[in-house]
């Protein structure tokens, strides 16, 4: 059993190449330019066989001391079936010491992330493809400046539930915010960045189902025959809308915490669509 003999070590930018093609073959579109992004802003390990093969990837983003999301949950196909898989996710969980945990989930991993104490608690809807009609811009809506950034961490940190600077901070220094102001206050957020086959906008915070789709609105604009990606929870009223514009709903995920959430109130402002499904 080579699963079974495998080392867990620290991931490195060594390890990206054969993590992308672990990626690649789980059907995922992540690019090595995003795993470079992932692994800027978390800690993790890999699961090296015995002939130097890397068989299986996690990691772990910390959102300050208090909070983080364990993603990129990966074993190869060859391998999967013998405990991998949980190794993996108890290093994770070992790096994350007393974090209040996230990540989302297929239907396959369900089982192992509730044996290991994780609860269903959302569900995102992914929605991606090329428009079908073309998206007016808001008015109310303009691109970010520098000194915006941090009244953006400030809404991320009320609509998440923790500080996200960092990783807004990297997100603002590969992709573009744009920002929603009424009265000359900034009231709502929306990023956008390259991604997989196109590009993704998220997270998007914002007051209402209205504000979030002028901040969605702002990217889409001019931008048809690009390939788009947008993941929202199931419960934001955002998908049909999505939908309507062309960008098909394809799937999606399963929202787990560790412990499970003990306040289930709406936030306010409203995180209403994700960085990623690996960020939250």
């Given at each position: ?5 495998a080392?867990?070590?620290?991931i490195s930018?060594d390890?990206?190449?054969?993590a992308?093609?672990?990626s690649?073959?789980a059907?995922w ?5 995003d795993?470079?992004?992932?692994l800027?802003?978390?800690k ?5 066989a015995?002939?130097g093969?890397v068989i299986?990837t996690?990691?772990?983003t ?5 909070s ?9 196909e060859?391998?999967r079936?013998q405990?991998l ?11 994350a ?9 297929t239907?396959d991993?369900?089982?192992?992330y509730?044996?290991l ?8 809807l992914?929605h991606?493809?090329q428009?079908?009609q ?19 961490a ?11 600077s960092?990783l807004?901070a990297?997100?603002?220094s ?7 102001e009424r009265?000359g206050r900034v009231i709502g ?13 998220g997270?998007v915070v914002?007051?209402?189902?209205d ?6 609105a702002?990217?889409?604009a001019r931008?048809?025959?690009e ?8 419960e ?7 939908s309507?514009?062309g960008?098909d709903?394809?799937g ?6 560790r412990p499970a959430a ?11 669509a994700l960085?990623?499904q690996?960020f939250?």
């Amino acid at each position: 059993m080579i699963s079974a003999a495998a080392t867990l070590m620290a991931i490195s930018p060594d390890h990206l190449e054969a993590a992308t093609r672990l990626s690649r073959q789980a059907g995922w579109p992540h690019r090595r330019e995003d795993w470079e992004v992932a692994l800027t802003v978390s800690k993790g390990c890999v699961a090296v066989a015995a002939d130097g093969r890397v068989i299986g990837t996690v990691l772990m983003t910390p959102y300050g001391s208090d909070s983080g999301t364990i993603n990129m949950v990966i074993v190869d196909e060859a391998e999967r079936g013998q405990g991998l898989g949980r190794r993996l996710m108890q290093q994770a969980m070992t790096l994350a010491g007393d974090r209040r945990l996230q990540l989302v989930a297929t239907e396959d991993g369900l089982p192992l992330y509730e044996k290991l104490g994780f609860r269903r608690t959302g569900e995102i809807l992914q929605h991606q493809g090329q428009l079908a009609q073309a998206v007016a811009q808001s008015v109310v809506v303009r691109g970010a400046r520098a000194d915006d950034i941090p009244l953006v961490a400030a809404l991320d940190a009320a609509a998440f539930g923790a500080d996200r600077s960092r990783l807004l901070a990297h997100v603002a220094s590969v992709g573009e915010f744009a920002v929603l102001e009424r009265q000359g206050r900034v009231i709502g957020f929306a990023a956008l960045r390259r991604f997989g086959r196109g590009l993704v906008i998220g997270p998007v915070v914002a007051a209402d189902l209205d504000d979030a789709k002028a901040l969605v609105a702002h990217f889409l604009a001019r931008r048809e025959g690009e390939f788009i990606r947008v993941d929202t929870g199931i419960e934001m009223g955002l998908s049909p809308w999505l939908s309507s514009l062309g960008l098909d709903h394809v799937g999606g995920g399963i929202v787990m915490h560790r412990p499970a959430a003990d306040d289930t109130r709406r936030r306010s402002p409203i995180s209403f669509a994700l960085a990623s499904q690996a960020f939250g």
